[in-house]
Every structure is written in structure tokens, then in C-alpha cells.
């Protein structure tokens, strides 16, 4: 009976630890471009939470490179089959970068939140900013864009998750876009220093 009660205790261990489910959807900052899969911030946020104590997290990576806020609802349909507990809601680069209507972006984001809350599903949104290239106008409206839909739907908001990673060659491969190796370890300080206590 020992050894069949070992099994039922560590079966029921195991239940406990891997009960939620946290979502990053994002995407190619999310899904790990140029680095190992677990070299990308949401295996890196995982480890974090879980040496915190909060092992009964598990983080999904669901970045896709290229993609863009459009994309939002259509993957949270697919991905919500799991049941997930959270989502971190980390898309705009692409949108940004290819120039497009802010106000389209925001109407995207938006549908998402929306449809993550119709599924009792936590949204945490990750703000991104745009490279001063772009324009004064068009950078202050798309990080407005963050800090509006985070205080209409009154989510948890990570101004900017690639603070002190952002321009910086340091932190950055050779395409000056994606992180390297070191910056997804400071992302990933970023976000678990907002959701440690949120969590």
C-alpha cells in the first residue's frame, strides 16, 4: 500500500503545481527570435515565479513571429481550449513597425481583452513603444494607445516590457529588433516584477 500511496501523493503534488495556466501570446519577441525556446522571457518569467513560490504557474509561450494585433481574437480562440487562468497580451511591434492606423491596433487589442474577459480569462497587457524614427506623433499616440486600453478595462499593465532593452545594442541581436539572450533575461525581470505581487 506504501508505494500506491507515494503515487497518489505525488500524483496530487504534481496536480497542485501545474493548476494554472498563464499565456503569453505575442510575437516574435514573445516567441524567442534567435535564442533557444528556453532562452526566451516566458521560460525565463516561469523559473522566476516559480522560485518566488508561485510553482503552481506555468507560462505558454505562444509567440508567432510576424504577427500582429489582427490576429488577437482569432489565436485567444484556439488557445483558450486550454483553459488558461491568464493571458499576457503582448502584441502592437509588428503593427507599429509596418506603419499601421493606430486606431485599428487599438480596436484589435481591444476585441481581445474583451473577448479574454467574456472567458473569465485575466488579461495582463505589455506596452511597447516605437523607435523615435517613427515621429513624435505617431510614438506618443501608439504608447497612449497602451495606457488607454489598460485603464478603460482596467487590466494589469506593464508599461514596457522591453525597458532598458530597447535601443540598446547591448541587449539587442545584430537587427537591433529582437532581443539577445540578456535582454530576454531583464524582460523577463521586467514583467515578474509586475506580476510577483499580482499573481
Request: charged share 20%; glycine share 10%.
Amino acid at each position: 500500500m506504501r508505494p500506491f500511496l507515494f503515487c497518489i501523493i505525488l500524483l496530487f503534488s504534481s496536480f497542485t503545481f501545474a493548476q494554472k495556466k498563464l499565456i503569453v501570446l505575442g510575437d516574435s519577441l514573445t516567441e524567442g527570435y534567435g535564442v533557444a525556446k528556453e532562452a526566451a522571457y516566458p521560460a525565463l518569467l516561469e523559473k522566476k515565479l516559480h522560485e518566488a513560490g508561485k510553482k503552481e504557474w506555468t507560462v505558454i509561450n505562444s509567440g508567432v513571429s510576424g504577427s500582429t494585433t489582427a490576429s488577437a481574437v482569432t489565436r485567444m480562440k484556439w488557445l483558450f481550449k486550454s483553459k488558461p487562468d491568464a493571458v499576457l497580451l503582448v502584441l502592437g511591434a509588428n503593427d507599429g513597425l509596418r506603419g499601421l492606423k493606430i486606431e485599428d491596433s487599438q480596436k484589435h487589442l481591444a476585441a481581445a481583452i474583451e473577448y479574454a474577459n467574456s472567458q473569465k480569462v485575466r488579461v495582463i497587457l505589455g506596452g511597447l513603444y516605437m523607435p523615435p524614427n517613427y515621429g513624435a506623433d505617431y510614438t506618443g499616440q501608439f504608447k497612449k494607445m497602451y495606457e488607454a486600453l489598460a485603464k478603460k478595462y482596467k487590466v494589469t499593465f506593464i508599461p514596457f516590457i522591453l525597458e532598458k532593452v530597447g535601443g540598446n545594442p547591448k541587449y539587442n541581436l545584430a537587427d537591433g529588433i529582437h532581443p539577445n539572450e540578456e535582454g530576454h533575461k531583464i524582460i523577463a525581470e521586467n514583467i515578474f516584477q509586475v506580476l510577483k505581487g499580482a499573481l
